[in-house]
C-alpha cells in the first residue's frame, strides 16, 4: 500500500510494570481520517504520544513512507517529518499569552533587525485565525484565562499552521459545542482531500461514525479490530472495545420515580451576573440538568452557585435555609461540592500521586487534635479506590498515569466521602469510555437516591435526552424551556436550543 504515510510494528511500552501498549500494528494512510477508539486506559493517547515523539517506546518500530524512523522529541516531530498532534491534556502555557503560544520555538520566523517583531506575529495569527473562522478570541490574552473551547481552538490552529502531512487530534471536540466541532470537521475534511492523514480519536461514537474511513479500535493496549466502510457500526465498534455486547437501552440507569416536589434541597432567587439572569429549584430525588447550545451560561450558572464566579444579586437556599455564598469555602462549609469539566486545570494535583489527590480534600475525616490518623487516612482511601474500582499502578503513582475515566473516579470519590448536600457537576463524562460514562451515570443516579442533591451540566445531547430528570433549557443567559420526564426528546431539546419551542 504505497499511500501509507506512517505505520507501526509492534509497538510496546510499559509504565511502571504496567504494559500501556502490547505490540501494536496500525497503519495511517494518506487522504484517509482513522479514528483510533477504546476505553479509558485502552492506549490510545499513548500511542498518539508515542507517535508525535512525546514518549519513547520499549519495543517495536516506526515506520515513515515505508522507513523505519526516530526523532528525539515532538519538535523533531513536527518539523522533520510535519507530525502534529493536538493532545487531550492542554499544552498553552499558562502565562504565555495566545500569541507567544502560538509561535513558540518559531519565533525565529518574526526576526528583524535583532528583534523579535510582535505586532508582525500578532497579525500573522490573527489574519490566520480569520482564514479558519475561528473569531472572536483575544490574542493578547494570557492562556490561563481562556476558555476551554477556545485555548482548545488555538491548539487545533497552531497545528494546522505547520501544514502537517498528519494531524492527530486527541479528544479535541470535548470541549466544543456543534458548531465549532462542524467546524474543526470541515478543516479535517479538507486536509484529507488534500492527501494529508488524519487521526481522530474520540469517545464520542456519533462523531467517530460521521468522520471516520478508518477505525481501529484499542482494547487493553492492543489492537482489537480494524473496520472500513460499512464495517464501521456503532454496536460492533462497542462489542470490540469492551469484549462484548451492550444493549442500548442499559446505558443510562431508569429516571427516578419518586421525586418528592414539595421537598426543595435548594432554591435559587434571581441569580444575576455574568451574563446570566435565572431562578430554579432542585428537588429531593432528581436529576437535575442544565444544557444549550455552547456559551449560553450554563457554566456560569454552577459556578456562580459555588462562588467561583461574583454574583451581582441573588439568593440562595438549602434545606429552607438562607446561605450565604462568597466563595467556594463557603460552598464547601454549607455542603455543596462543585467538580469542574476541566480536571486537570481544577481538580487535580498534576504532579502529585493517586493517594495525595485522594486525601487532600478528606484530612478533616481522618485528623483528630491537628494530627493526621495514617491508618484512618489509608482506609479511606483504599475504600474509595475499592468501591469506584480506580486502576492504577500504585497508590503512590503519580496521578496523570492514571487514564482520564481513572482521575474523574478520583475525584467524585474523594469528595462523596466528604457526604456533601448537593453536588454541582460540569459536564461529568467529558473524555469517558463509554464503561466509564455508564459508571458515572450509576453514581449520579445512585447519590440522586440517597436524597443527595445532583445538579449537572451537559452537553452530549444523548446525556440531555436520557440522563436527567429535568432539564433546564438556557439561551442568553436565561432559561426558555422546562423538560420534565418524557417530555425530554431530542425534537423538543433541539427546539429549545434553536428557540422553537
Do not use: W
Amino acid at each position: 500500500m504505497s499511500n501509507i504515510y506512517l505505520a507501526t510494528e509492534g509497538i510496546t511500552k510499559t509504565f511502571s510494570g504496567v504494559k500501556a501498549l502490547d505490540n501494536v500494528s496500525i497503519f495511517i494512510r494518506n487522504g484517509e481520517v482513522t479514528s483510533l477508539v477504546g476505553e479509558n486506559g485502552a492506549g490510545k493517547s499513548t500511542l498518539a504520544k508515542i507517535i508525535s515523539g512525546i514518549y519513547g517506546y520499549d519495543k517495536g518500530k516506526i515506520l515513515i513512507n515505508g522507513k523505519e524512523t526516530k526523532y528525539r522529541n515532538p519538535l523533531e516531530a513536527l518539523l522533520k517529518y510535519r507530525i502534529a498532534c493536538v493532545h487531550q491534556d492542554s499544552t498553552l502555557i499558562p502565562e504565555m499569552n495566545v500569541v507567544e503560544n502560538f509561535f513558540l520555538e518559531i519565533e525565529n520566523k518574526f526576526y528583524r533587525k535583532g528583534l523579535i517583531s510582535y505586532s508582525t506575529m500578532k497579525a500573522e495569527l490573527q489574519r490566520f485565525l480569520r482564514d479558519l473562522n475561528f473569531n472572536n478570541i483575544d490574542v493578547d490574552l494570557k492562556a490561563k484565562y481562556l476558555r476551554p473551547h477556545e485555548a482548545k481552538l488555538i491548539e487545533f490552529a497552531k497545528s494546522l499552521y505547520h501544514e502537517p502531512n498528519l494531524l492527530i487530534l486527541d479528544e479535541v471536540t470535548a470541549p466544543l459545542s456543534r458548531h465549532e466541532v462542524d467546524l474543526i470537521f470541515d478543516h479535517v475534511k479538507s486536509l484529507k482531500n488534500s492527501g494529508k492523514a488524519v487521526v481522530f480519536i474520540s469517545h464520542r461514537l456519533a462523531e467517530v461514525m460521521d468522520i471516520s474511513d478508518r477505525v481501529i479500535v484499542l482494547r487493553e493496549g492492543r489492537v482489537a479490530g480494524d473496520l472500513e466502510g460499512n464495517e464501521i457500526e456503532r454496536d460492533q465498534i462497542i462489542k470490540l472495545m469492551i469484549g462484548k455486547d451492550v444493549v442500548l437501552s442499559k446505558y443510562f440507569p431508569p429516571r427516578a420515580t419518586n421525586i418528592n416536589s414539595s421537598k426543595k434541597i435548594l432554591v435559587v432567587k434571581n441569580l444575576k451576573g455574568n451574563g446570566v439572569d435565572v431562578s430554579f429549584d432542585l428537588r429531593e430525588g432528581e436529576i437535575l440538568a442544565f444544557a444549550g447550545l455552547g456559551g449560553q451560561g450554563m457554566s456560569e450558572v454552577l459556578r456562580m452557585i459555588y462562588g467561583i464566579l461574583p454574583k451581582e444579586t441573588g439568593e440562595i437556599y438549602l434545606d429552607g435555609k438562607k446561605i450565604e455564598i462568597k466563595n467556594p469555602r463557603d460552598a464547601i462549609r454549607h455542603g455543596l461540592i462543585y467538580i469542574s469539566e476541566s480536571r486537570e486545570a481544577e481538580e487535580l494535583f498534576t504532579n502529585l500521586t493517586v493517594k495525595d489527590n485522594i486525601s487532600v480534600p478528606i484530612l478533616d475525616k481522618c485528623s483528630k487534635k491537628g494530627m493526621i490518623m495514617r491508618k484512618r487516612m489509608n482506609e479511606l482511601i483504599t475504600n474509595i479506590v475499592q468501591t469506584f474500582s480506580i486502576k492504577a499502578p500504585s497508590l503512590d503513582a503519580i496521578i496523570m498515569q492514571l487514564s482520564g475515566g481513572n482521575r474523574q473516579k478520583v475525584i467524585i470519590g474523594r469528595y462523596i466521602i466528604k457526604e456533601p448536600r448537593v453536588f454541582l457537576f460540569a459536564n461529568p463524562t467529558v473524555g469517558l469510555d463509554i464503561r466509564t460514562k455508564m459508571e458515572v451515570y450509576r453514581i449520579l443516579r445512585d447519590l440522586a437516591n440517597k436524597c443527595v442533591g445532583v445538579i449537572v451540566y451537559l452537553s452530549e445531547l444523548s446525556e440531555v435526552v436520557n440522563l436527567p430528570d429535568r432539564v433546564l433549557v438556557m439561551h442568553s443567559g436565561r432559561i426558555v424551556k422546562e423538560l420534565t420526564g418524557e417530555e425530554i426528546t431530542e425534537e423538543n431539546v433541539l427546539k429549545a436550543y434553536f428557540g422553537a419551542a
